[in-house]
């Protein structure tokens, strides 16, 4: 029974190591697609503004635990999310 | 000894190009090397954050008028990242009791392992994947109103973490719908019998082998059928470790013990919707004098608008708790004002009644509940 189920999760994880090409160029479309979908659910949008360029790494990263994000919709939002941010307030 | 020898060349080469890029580094202006260091910052593979909330408020119950300024809370959470390899996250909340002692709680700490685009392992401690309010609405700048649901608090019908390890993440999309997933296999509970002698199931898990009981499996799965919106259903399976056994203290035993939730979020334009069910079911005990067995269950919906130019958010939130030994009903009406969109002051009057047995009589008697509150929140 554990082997089986060891052996379900590792042939998973590959599977879905395989099943994803590795690209790496943000789409920031998409990321502001899936901004306006995701980010005002759990609660009031946090401003590109209110934090900085460096701080937004960790919380997207954290973001990605907590909303179910996939790891290329996170590279997405943040790309979106910084380039509102060196627009908007001319900060980097 | 020739790799010895090997190694201080080495070294010696090291050594003077350092030297040489500090020489070069000096030569430079001030500014120059600010910007780099700033740079460098930036670029750093690693890093530490520190983000969380507090907040501070005022309760007054109508009929006990034992108002006072007992809603206080700092929680601090800390992130360190290395890279998109993994991301430790861990918040201690510090409150303060009733008789002022200050009492600390590790909410969560556990590493997460981003395995592959559609997958996380989360080690440690982490919030309860079951339902939604513990794990996303429960920080006071995200909660609108000044307190949890009835049964949603510590030591109700919801869960509040686990000590396990999780799998999660974001699913392909399937007709272009999104959909993501948790499922996790952690440390039983235990049911205890609280010092006011009502029954607790200690939600929190515990890291005592199991208590001698089988570990826990659970999960929970979402879809975001259309933008702002998200349907969860979720549950858990497992045994509990009962460690009131009254004919004799010393056994724990391990009792059947089973978790279903369903949750729904939905955002559009100003309004916000949110409701969650949950129940914990316990089998009965194999002690004729053990405690009953049955059903916790907790509900509530809300919905909450805000008025954009009026910094105002109006909230109306209803909700019920049951357990085998008493039944709470709640209507709360709140009305936020949005200093900004992570600053809040809160303001809300909660209709209440909670039915149980008397203690001396064992009829059931039911007294109000009505509360008056405020706070100011915020999150960092």
Not at chain 2, 104 to 109: R, S
Not at chain 2, 251 to 267: E, F, Q, S
Request: charged share 20%.
């Amino acid at each position: 029974m554990k082997t089986l189920l060891k052996t379900t999760l590792i042939t998973l994880v590959f599977c879905l190591n395989t099943l994803h090409a590795e690209e790496n160029k943000a789409d920031v479309m998409n990321g502001a697609q899936v901004w306006t979908d995701v980010c005002m659910r759990c609660h009031n949008l946090r401003q590109p503004a209110d934090l900085s360029t460096r701080a937004w790494k960790f919380s997207m990263n954290h973001m990605r635990i907590r909303a179910g994000l996939t790891a290329d919709e996170t590279r997405d939002i943040q790309a979106f999310i910084l380039q509102s941010k060196s627009t908007v307030d001319g900060t980097q | 000894m020739k790799y010895l020898a090997q190694h201080s060349k080495v070294l010696m080469h090291s050594v003077i190009l350092s030297s040489m890029l500090a020489t070069m580094a000096s030569a430079d202006n001030g500014e120059d090397v600010t910007v780099l260091q700033v740079a460098q910052e930036q670029n750093a593979l690693s890093g530490f954050q520190l983000a969380g909330y507090a907040s501070f408020g005022y309760s007054n119950t109508k009929d006990v008028h034992d108002g006072s300024f007992d809603l206080v809370n700092f929680s601090p959470i800390f992130h360190y990242g290395y890279s998109d390899i993994l991301q430790f996250e861990g918040e201690v909340e510090f409150s303060i009791a009733a008789d002022g002692e200050t009492e600390i709680d590790m909410e969560y700490a556990a590493a997460n392992l981003f395995l592959n685009n559609y997958m996380s392992l989360t080690l440690g401690k982490f919030m309860s994947p079951i339902g939604q309010f513990r794990q996303n609405f429960h920080p006071s700048w995200i909660n609108k109103m000044p307190d949890a649901p009835v049964g949603f608090g510590h030591g109700g019908a919801a869960l509040s973490s686990n000590v396990g390890a999780a799998l999660r993440g974001g699913l392909p999309k399937v007709l272009g719908i999104r959909h993501n997933y948790v499922v996790y296999v952690s440390n039983a509970y235990t049911l205890e019998v609280a010092p006011d002698g009502d029954v607790d199931i200690v939600a929190e898990g515990s890291t005592a082998n199991n208590n001698g009981t089988a570990p826990t499996f659970g999960g929970r799965y979402a879809i975001d059928p259309i933008g702002g919106m998200e349907i969860g259903i979720s549950g858990a399976y497992g045994k509990i470790a009962d460690l009131n056994s009254s004919s004799n203290p010393d056994k724990i035993t391990a009792r059947d013990y089973n978790v279903l939730g369903a949750d729904l979020t939905y955002h559009i334009g100003n309004f916000d919707l949110r409701g969650e069910y949950v129940e914990q079911n316990i089998g009965e005990s194999t002690d004729p004098l053990g405690i009953e067995g049955g059903k916790w269950q907790a509900a509530y919906a809300q919905v909450a608008y805000q008025i954009d130019m009026l910094h105002l958010e109006p909230v109306l939130r209803y909700g019920f708790y049951k357990n085998p030994e008493l039944e709470q009903k709640q209507t709360a009406l709140g009305l936020n004002y949005l200093f900004s969109n992570n600053i809040i002051a809160k303001m809300a009057y909660e209709f209440g009644n909670r039915t149980s047995p008397d203690e001396d009589t064992g009829v059931d008697t039911t007294i109000k509940t009505d509360k008056f509150l405020a706070q100011l929140a915020f999150g960092f």
